[in-house]
């Protein structure tokens, strides 16, 4: 069971825990953080002991002089990074007393990382909808649009979260690819199948051709022209960058990717260039309800060839 927060929800984003060593080389709990974030000016930090912003698991604040051992855990609300506003808004597409899903568009994280908080779907979607206690139920990447589902209640996330543990939801997805040079489209419908592992400190995942396949997705053709192929991706598994891989390895990477096939140095984003990647549709049977649900988004894949 989770740790509940002593410190509410504020502006849509929960506080964050940090865990404190209970013995070490350190006198205070303030000595540790200080040297934990080496990054920042070591006053302004103390500066939040003082003003009772670095709080204990019972809600008290701790001091600057709080011994080394007294807490193990301790919550604050990250200072909030100056962002840059991404222009683009989420949809609403369904809304009940368990679950709502949202239509999510491109360079909008899931969830606050980083120098995005404020601008990330669950920030914005707990300050329209009054609900702290919105969670994500799994994740899209910032550069992919489309369907993306929240539980509205902890008593019953759990239960939207195992069906994709158990792999009992059915989602959907497009891409649009550069048409290689040689190219077959009676190749397809194929099933890709690799080893996929993300490695700690690395951005890209790692593909390993001698260990058993731990991902794999159905491949087939919507449409194809001279310059692009619009591909229909249904997922089996859900490993991290599992599409932007999977279409790679076959030559058919993504128009825009800036991971796969060629890792490229990072760039301000480019609106009008978006990852040709979209969350299109997911089924499943709802676990309270016992319903069959559908879901389909609203959004499309502006380099798409003509159908």
Not at 180 to 191: I, K, L, V
Not at 242 to 247: D, E, I, K, P
């Amino acid at each position: 069971m989770a740790m509940p927060s002593p410190l509410p929800v504020r502006d849509g984003v929960g506080a964050t825990r940090l865990h404190v060593p209970l013995s070490g080389p350190w006198p205070t709990v303030s000595a540790y953080m200080v040297e934990r974030f080496f990054h920042l000016d070591p006053e302004r930090l103390l500066a939040r002991f003082d003003a009772g912003e670095i709080i204990a698991a019972d809600g008290s604040a701790l001091s600057r002089h709080t011994a080394l051992g007294d807490e193990e855990f301790v919550w604050y609300y990250r200072e909030p990074p100056v962002e840059v506003e991404i222009p683009f808004e989420i949809e609403v597409l369904h809304q009940d007393e368990h679950l709502v899903v949202i239509d999510k568009p491109h360079f909008l994280p899931s969830t606050p990382a980083g120098k995005y908080v404020q601008n990330s779907a669950l920030v914005r979607l707990r300050r329209l909808l009054d609900n702290p206690d919105l969670a994500p139920i799994h994740r899209l990447d910032r550069a992919t649009a489309g369907l993306l589902m929240f539980s509205s209640r902890p008593a019953t996330r759990g239960k939207y979260q195992m069906l994709f543990q158990n792999r009992e939801i059915e989602k959907v997805y497009e891409a649009v690819s550069a048409r290689p040079a040689e190219w077959t489209p009676t190749e397809f419908p194929r099933t890709v199948r690799l080893h996929i592992e993300k490695l700690r400190g690395q951005v890209c995942v790692q593909v390993d051709a001698e260990r058993e396949a731990n991902s794999e997705t159905l491949i087939e053709v919507i449409s194809a022209d001279d310059d692009v192929v619009h591909t229909l991706l249904r997922p089996h598994t859900g490993k991290m960058h599992q599409l932007r891989v999977h279409l790679a390895s076959i030559g058919l990477g993504i128009l825009h990717d800036n991971l796969y096939p060629i890792l490229t140095d990072e760039k301000p984003d480019d609106h009008e260039r978006p990852l040709q990647l979209l969350a299109r549709e997911v089924r499943f049977v709802d676990p309270i309800s016992g319903e069959q649900r559908s879901f389909a988004t609203r959004r499309s894949l502006g380099f798409a060839s003509e159908r």
